[in-house]
């Protein structure tokens, strides 16, 4: 078990559309029930703020950072414990495609299977998010 946090993985995923349109679709919190399963199958605006009430970590809090021209697409999730979680994600030009990177940090204390699985939840994730915006 790591118990340091320190360690991170770049996930990632090719996908066959331009990055403009990534970009838009996957910085739109009313569309990650479609894609991020391991955010929940119900995402919906509550006061202001993005709830995701199906999750399989509980009531989570999705916050991203403002929509901007650099593919950043970071989001805080925050759980139902009151931590928040930080995950880095950008959308990257690669020639008439894009490249979604997820970097994935090991929290403190998550054991390495733990953490293999949320590896495997993000890499279907991104999967589904391929899947999507090509069948579009």
């Keep these: 078990m790591n118990s340091t946090g320190s360690d991170s993985r770049h996930l990632s995923i090719r996908i066959d559309r331009g990055v403009d ?3 838009a679709y996957a ?3 009313a569309n990650l029930p ?3 399963h391991g955010l929940g199958a119900t995402v919906e ?4 703020e993005w709830i995701a009430d ?4 509980g009531r989570v809090k999705v916050a991203f950072v403002p929509r901007n021209d650099l593919g950043v697409l970071d989001h805080d999730v925050t759980l139902p414990s009151g931590e928040t979680v930080h995950n880095p994600v950008r959308v990257i030009a690669d020639g008439t495609a ?3 990177v997820f970097t994935l940090r090991r929290q403190p204390g998550t054991a390495d299977a733990d953490f293999e699985r949320d590896a ?3 890499t279907a994730d991104l ?3 391929k899947e999507v915006l090509e069948s579009a």
């Design 21 to 23: 349109d990534v970009y």
């Design 27 to 29: 910085s739109d919190p």
């Design 34 to 36: 479609a894609w991020a």
């Design 45 to 48: 605006r509550i006061g202001g």
């Design 54 to 57: 199906s999750s399989p970590l």
């Design 98 to 100: 894009s490249e979604v």
């Design 120 to 122: 495997a939840m993000v």
């Design 127 to 129: 999967t589904r998010l």
